[in-house]
């Protein structure tokens, strides 16, 4: 058996309230911004312009509210009856209420599975419910349509801290903030992933 880095229970959390202040961010954003009505390929440039200025700015409070608006264009299908699916279902899991948004979500995917994210809320969930192997699936759904998503990245990270692999959660990390370089697991998760398997910071 690998040694943890955080127990499962304290590792879901840690998940939970990294969801609950995601999708806080997003409809706060949201609320203060009116509807853009934009199609998929504006929002596509509206996220790649966002992900470029990532990488320049170094103001956390700017940094952190181009992460906002990227996480209010995910969130974004395209079709407002899933979108107002994909809330309800979020708000169950939020309730911890796995368990009964996943029907929701399984029929978010199958009606748009071009949109990651409803990949991501899916995977989010099955995690919750420590089916950890499909949640991986899902991500793996997400990444094949949006490399960039730096949550599904950090999902994966969790994951594998559950399964006690400590450097695969490292890797996954990495690669989430390589994107994203405001991710808040960067101060103590990361760190101490570094320290447990001898690796220097980047």
């Keep these: 058996m690998h040694a943890r880095i955080l127990p499962q229970r304290l590792a879901r959390l840690v998940c939970i309230l990294l969801l609950v202040a995601a999708t806080a ?9 009116p509807p853009t009505g934009e199609e998929p390929a504006g929002r596509a440039r509206r996220i790649d ?5 990532l990488k320049t700015t170094r103001v956390e409070e700017e940094g952190d509210a181009m992460v906002a608006e990227v996480w ?7 079709r407002p009856d899933l979108d107002a699916a994909m809330q309800q279902a979020t708000n169950l899991m939020n309730s911890g209420l796995s368990v009964l948004a996943m029907p929701t979500f399984d029929d978010i995917v199958a009606k748009a599975p071009d949109w990651a994210e409803a990949w991501n809320k899916r995977a989010t969930a099955l995690y919750l419910l420590g089916e950890h192997d499909r949640s991986l699936a899902d991500i793996d759904r997400v990444l094949a349509l949006e490399p960039r ?12 801290i559950a399964k006690g692999e400590p450097r695969e959660a490292l890797s996954a990390y990495r690669r989430a903030l390589a994107v994203n370089p405001f991710l808040k697991e960067r101060h103590g998760l990361i760190p101490e992933l570094e320290r447990q398997v001898g690796e220097r910071p980047l």
């Design 49 to 53: 312009a966002l992900f470029a200025a």
């Design 72 to 78: 209010r264009l995910w969130l974004q299908s395209g």
């Design 25 to 33: 961010v997003a409809d706060r954003t949201a609320a203060q911004s």
């Design 149 to 160: 998503h730096f949550g599904a990245l950090a999902g994966m990270g969790l994951i594998r």
